[in-house]
């Protein structure tokens, strides 16, 4: 009997039909009750486990443990060490350890593996624990396990090119700052050598003008010639591809394997720098033992190397800017004899210089996010690691638990404001009255900036129409008044006036336009702003607040929604006097106002019946998770990886499903050309959406869907499901819900 073999998953399916008979732990029905009951918590369990049974080693292991295996044999039913052979040197004494009654837990631990594509490099956190019968006598070990690879490769990269970056920030010299990049290389990857060189004009001889040599390691500073290092490596770097040899005594002719082992080389990652369509640069890491490089150390060489020219870049734009401002001293002196070449040395300073200011801007938007996120990712990870002590009290879970949630919101509101800055916020216009709204938003702005400043609002009394997506436009209006609050020290004037049909002028070089738009203007009674800093203003990441009171992505955020919507902002302020901030949008005709009756109650719906949903996802993670959000809710799932698969499940008439939830980024068909199509088989069917970031909304919009973002909780996840159903009386709308929230 198999009663207490119930899970339906892939892996008790198999459970069920394998072979036991023939095999050291004989009939299913036959097993001992400890090994019935570990295997029923096991596959019941979300995180991969591995159970391992008896002398023989004889392995059985969840759902959750597929991914770890990869492409290896069929595992299930075979000795733990047969399937991990080519690490059972390292893992055999954790396992007899745990064979002689010790539990073992270690985090990130290092094993070279094979899963079918070729060794790897991998890392695991595991506990070993062993598994006592009535007797308390060990009859085998559980192995729960979570890989980290991903994990320990960003805290490398990071790590590597924070020190980087700190290194060479400040540096002047374009020498210092390779021979900074390769040091640090060699001793954060402990390779053997990492080496810079320049082309000849024929791309096949190169100078390896400067390396870093590891102890025990040959410099290999001189000139060579790419030929000899065989076809291999002349056809990808010219072609602007890597090279890359875990063992060249293997994978090259004897002939062209010499040529790296004269140097001291056995294996190595070179990449090519292409400028302007011809090879012009290199820059490679060494070892002199073969080693399996991983897609990691690869990645990240190709990184060093465009920053480590980035930064040469903006150090030869400054001494272009010095060269050229000199220059112009020495022009003054002799101006009308030399007019023409002093004009030519003036266009290339101000190229220098524009090029200077985009890598200072490129900096510190790349440095402010940095900070950020590396803010927001440590809280997280200490209250993750807080709440991995035992006899932890509930009230510090709980408190952890708000921590970790809190900081995914703050995450979320960071990204957003990104978003909003670099015009890639996906909008949802409607058509509204402005001056409506701006009555509303002036009551509670009354709350939002405190009882000693005064608001007040100025509108006209005829409607004044425009489309714009409320969500943002609140925002918008909102990071202005909270700048004038800051301005105004908690007391003042905030006034809020609105006008219509008016033009719009142009605005910091941004060209204007004759047609009708509706100006709203936020002026405050504060200190003003300065001349420097007004031009610096809606740039990301730029404030004047003092550390841990503003992100300074509030009126970038102002920016990237008036400029998205097709407006502009504008600002003037006079010291001591205030600053007034003007919000220009599209003026609508009042016949193409809209009026929208969707009410919502605010409460979340259940549904009042067995519904089938169709989930769409060809992320493994992602659709596992929205699969269980779904059930906890109440309703049956299906699960479909693409579009194609998802059309063939829904049928011809789309009516196998209740509704359907999908991710717009996939390969193939995207989610928005599912939803038309099944539009068309079903208008009634509800279509729910689900993305991250998607560069089809973000130029197209939501195209009538309603729009979710990420990360989203639980909660809201069923209100716009109840929602959905409460509209089954009229043909379904679409539903944009971010399951991609769940990556």
């Known amino acids: 009997m198999t009663d207490w073999l119930q899970d339906n998953g892939e892996i008790a399916g198999q459970i069920r039909r394998h072979d036991w008979a023939n095999s050291p732990l004989g009939p299913?029905?036959?097993?001992?009750?400890?090994?019935?009951?570990?295997?029923?918590?096991?596959?019941?369990?979300h995180f991969p486990q591995a159970i391992v049974w008896g002398p023989q080693l004889i392995t059985l292991y969840n759902d959750a443990f597929v991914p770890i295996l990869g492409d290896k044999p069929h595992a299930l039913g075979r000795p733990f060490s047969e399937i991990w052979k080519e690490a059972w040197h390292e893992i055999s004494p954790i396992a007899e350890a745990a064979y002689a009654?010790?539990?073992?837990?270690?985090?990130?631990?290092?094993?070279?593996?094979?899963?079918?594509?070729?060794?790897?490099?991998?890392?695991?956190?595991?506990?070993?624990?062993?598994?006592?019968?009535?007797?308390?006598?060990?009859v085998g070990m559980i192995d729960t396990v979570t890989e980290t690879t991903q994990t320990v490769y960003l805290n490398r990269r990071l790590a590597v090119l924070d020190a980087i970056g700190n290194a060479v920030t400040n540096a002047t010299d374009a020498q210092?700052?390779?021979?900074?990049?390769?040091?640090?290389?060699?001793?954060?990857?402990?390779?053997?050598?990492?080496?810079?060189?320049?082309?000849?004009?024929?791309?096949?001889?190169?100078?390896?003008?400067?390396?870093?040599?590891?102890?025990?390691?040959?410099?290999?500073?001189?000139?060579?010639?790419?030929?000899?290092?065989?076809?291999?490596?002349l056809r990808l770097l010219r072609a602007g591809q890597a090279l890359v040899i875990h063992d060249n005594r293997s994978e090259l002719p004897p002939e062209e394997s010499a040529t790296f082992q004269a140097i001291g080389i056995t294996a190595t990652i070179c990449v090519p720098l292409i400028k302007q369509g011809r090879l012009t640069?290199?820059?490679?890491?060494?070892?002199?033992?073969?080693?399996?490089?991983?897609?990691?150390?690869?990645?990240?060489?190709?990184?060093?190397?465009?920053?480590?020219?980035?930064?040469?870049?903006?150090?030869?734009?400054?001494?272009?800017?010095?060269?050229?401002?000199?220059?112009?001293?020495?022009?003054?002196?002799?101006?009308?004899?030399?007019?023409?070449?002093?004009?030519?040395?003036?266009?290339?300073?101000?190229s220098a210089l524009r090029q200077s200011q985009k890598l200072e801007a490129i900096g510190q938007l790349t440095g402010g996010v940095a900070h950020d996120f590396n803010n927001l990712l440590t809280i997280i990870r200490s209250s993750v690691d807080f709440l991995r002590q035992p006899n932890l009290s509930e009230e510090r879970r709980q408190r952890y638990m708000r921590a970790v949630s809190d900081t995914v919101e703050r995450a979320s509101k960071l990204t957003s404001q990104l978003l909003a800055f670099a015009r890639r916020q996906p909008l949802n216009p409607q058509v509204v009255d402005a001056g409506e709204r701006l009555a509303n938003i002036g009551e509670m702005l009354e709350s939002v900036t405190g009882a000693q400043i005064h608001v007040c609002v100025e509108r006209p009394d005829h409607p004044c129409y425009i489309r714009v997506d409320l969500s943002q436009f609140e925002t918008a209006l909102i990071n202005?008044?909270?700048?004038?609050?800051?301005?105004?020290?908690?007391?003042?004037?905030?006034?809020?006036?609105?006008?219509?049909?008016?033009?719009?002028?142009?605005?910091?070089?941004?060209?204007?336009?004759?047609?009708?738009?509706?100006?709203?203007?936020?002026?405050?009674?504060?200190?003003?702003?300065?001349?420097?800093?007004?031009?610096?203003?809606?740039?990301?990441?730029?404030?004047?607040?003092?550390?841990?009171k503003g992100t300074g992505l509030g009126l970038s955020q102002v920016f990237g929604f008036a400029k998205q919507s097709g407006g502009n902002v504008d600002v003037s302020s006079v010291l001591g006097r205030g600053t007034?901030?003007?919000?220009?949008?599209?003026?609508?005709?009042?016949?193409?106002?809209?009026?929208?009756?969707?009410?919502?109650?605010?409460?979340?719906?259940?549904?009042?019946?067995?519904?089938?949903?169709?989930?769409?996802?060809?992320?493994?993670?992602?659709?596992?998770?929205?699969?269980?959000?779904?059930?906890?809710?109440?309703?049956?799932?299906?699960?479909?990886?693409?579009?194609e698969e998802a059309l063939q499940l829904a049928g011809s008439d789309a009516s196998a499903f209740d509704a359907v939830f999908s991710d717009v980024v996939m390969p193939g068909i995207t989610g928005v050309a599912l939803a038309k199509e099944l539009r068309q088989r079903r208008p009634d069917l509800p279509v729910i959406l689900t993305s991250g970031y998607s560069e089809e909304l973000a130029r197209s919009g939501y195209e009538g869907f309603e729009f979710l973002a990420k990360p989203y909780s639980a909660e809201q996840v069923s209100r716009i499901l109840g929602k959905t159903w409460l509209k089954d009386a009229t043909p379904a709308a679409s539903v944009v819900i971010d399951a991609s929230a769940l990556e």
């Not at 070729?118 to 695991?124: D, I, R």
């Not at 053997?192 to 100078?207: I, P, Q």
Request: aromatic share 8%.
């Open 28 to 45: 299913l029905e036959h097993w001992p009750d400890v090994l019935k009951t570990t295997v029923s918590l096991s596959l019941a369990s």
């Open 101 to 138: 009654g010790q539990a073992t837990y270690i985090e990130n631990f290092a094993l070279q593996i094979e899963r079918g594509k070729g060794p790897e490099q991998a890392f695991f956190t595991f506990c070993y624990s062993p598994i006592r019968d009535s007797h308390g006598k060990v």
């Open 176 to 233: 210092a700052i390779l021979a900074t990049s390769t040091r640090l290389m060699v001793e954060q990857l402990q390779l053997s050598n990492c080496a810079y060189a320049d082309m000849d004009a024929d791309e096949d001889g190169f100078t390896i003008r400067g390396d870093y040599a590891a102890p025990g390691s040959p410099s290999i500073v001189g000139h060579y010639q790419l030929r000899d290092f065989g076809e291999k490596a």
């Open 281 to 350: 640069a290199l820059m490679a890491i060494h070892d002199k033992v073969p080693r399996i490089w991983s897609d990691f150390e690869q990645a990240l060489l190709s990184e060093v190397t465009e920053r480590c020219w980035a930064h040469i870049e903006r150090v030869r734009a400054d001494a272009n800017v010095r060269e050229g401002l000199l220059a112009l001293a020495e022009l003054n002196a002799t101006l009308e004899q030399r007019v023409e070449e002093r004009s030519l040395r003036l266009a290339q300073t101000e």
């Open 480 to 548: 202005i008044a909270l700048n004038a609050r800051d301005a105004m020290n908690g007391q003042g004037e905030l006034k809020l006036r609105l006008e219509c049909h008016k033009p719009l002028p142009a605005i910091r070089g941004h060209a204007g336009s004759s047609s009708h738009f509706v100006s709203i203007a936020l002026a405050d009674t504060g200190a003003g702003i300065d001349a420097h800093t007004l031009e610096h203003i809606f740039e990301p990441f730029f404030t004047t607040k003092a550390v841990g």
């Open 580 to 643: 007034e901030f003007t919000l220009y949008l599209p003026e609508v005709p009042a016949d193409e106002a809209e009026v929208d009756d969707t009410k919502d109650d605010g409460e979340v719906h259940a549904a009042c019946e067995k519904r089938r949903v169709l989930v769409v996802e060809d992320n493994l993670d992602v659709g596992r998770f929205a699969n269980q959000i779904l059930q906890d809710l109440g309703y049956e799932t299906a699960w479909a990886t693409n579009a």
